[in-house]
T-cell receptor, first 114, second 112 residues
Framework: EPEVTQTPSHQVTQMGQEVILRCVPI?????FYWYRQILGQKVEFLVS????????KSEIFDDQFSVERPDGSNFTLKIRSTKLEDSAMYFC????????????FGDGTRLSIL | GQQLNQSPQSMFIQEGEDVSMNCTSS?????WLWYKQDPGEGPVLLIA?????ELTSNGRLTAQFGITRKDSFLNISASIPSDVGIYFC????????????FGKGTKLSVKP
């Protein structure tokens, strides 16, 4: 069964450094999402992406965050200058038709900011 | 913003017991989804509900989309040890590009 893959599984970074989290969505999917889950808390929406542009973003997704689809398969989340509170699991998800369709999640990247 | 209230927060099960959990919202959702998350992994889709009143099963799991479109429940019948994990409900409204609002989760554990 097709799946969303994310790399790396764990990223340790010094505060203030830039990080790029990578995702390969399911190949025929058109809608892409990033979510965040702070340890022990619920999953929170960050951003949705369709047709090479951001569709919607949450309050969490401030100017330090950006997303990109650099080629036909990858979808990346960049945090420009990391803060301690950015430590969390970051999940990528994709769906084939957006609204009204289920989203399939990757196993996440654990981001640890020191 | 929209919030989901999921209950119970945690529960202990013995093998063979039936389990029930639910989510409520103050606002309407067009789609309800139920996910299970095991430690160190991403949420895995269990059931998706698209119509008010819809009742859908997936093996021992049954979920319903409330008539008011503001609630949903998930039942697990005859639980087995591998059912342990965290179950999340998620709502999706029609006005967005499909982003999900998640509940805080129900943690299922095995009774000692």
């Amino acid at each position: 069964e097709p799946e969303v893959t994310q790399t790396p599984s764990h990223q340790v970074t010094q505060m203030g450094q830039e990080v790029i989290l990578r995702c390969v969505p399911i190949s025929n999917h058109l809608y892409f999402y990033w979510y965040r889950q702070i340890l022990g808390q619920k999953v929170e929406f960050l951003v949705s992406f369709y047709n090479n542009e951001i569709s919607e973003k949450s309050e969490i997704f401030d100017d330090q965050f950006s997303v990109e689809r650099p080629d036909g398969s990858n979808f990346t989340l960049k945090i420009r200058s990391t803060k301690l509170e950015d430590s969390a699991m970051y999940f990528c998800a994709s769906s084939d038709r957006g609204v009204g369709q289920p989203q399939h999640f990757g196993d996440g990247t654990r981001l640890s900011i020191l | 913003g929209q919030q989901l209230n999921q209950s119970p927060q945690s529960m202990f099960i013995q093998e063979g017991e039936d389990v029930s959990m639910n989510c409520t919202s103050s606002s309407i959702f067009n789609t309800w989804l139920w996910y299970k998350q095991d430690p160190g992994e991403g949420p895995v889709l269990l059931i998706a509900l698209y119509k008010a009143g819809e009742l859908t099963s997936n093996g021992r799991l049954t979920a319903q989309f409330g008539i008011t479109r503001k609630d949903s429940f998930l039942n697990i019948s005859a639980s087995i040890p591998s059912d342990v994990g965290i179950y999340f409900c998620a709502g999706q409204n029609g006005g967005s590009q499909g982003n999900l609002i998640f509940g805080k989760g129900t943690k299922l554990s095995v009774k000692p």
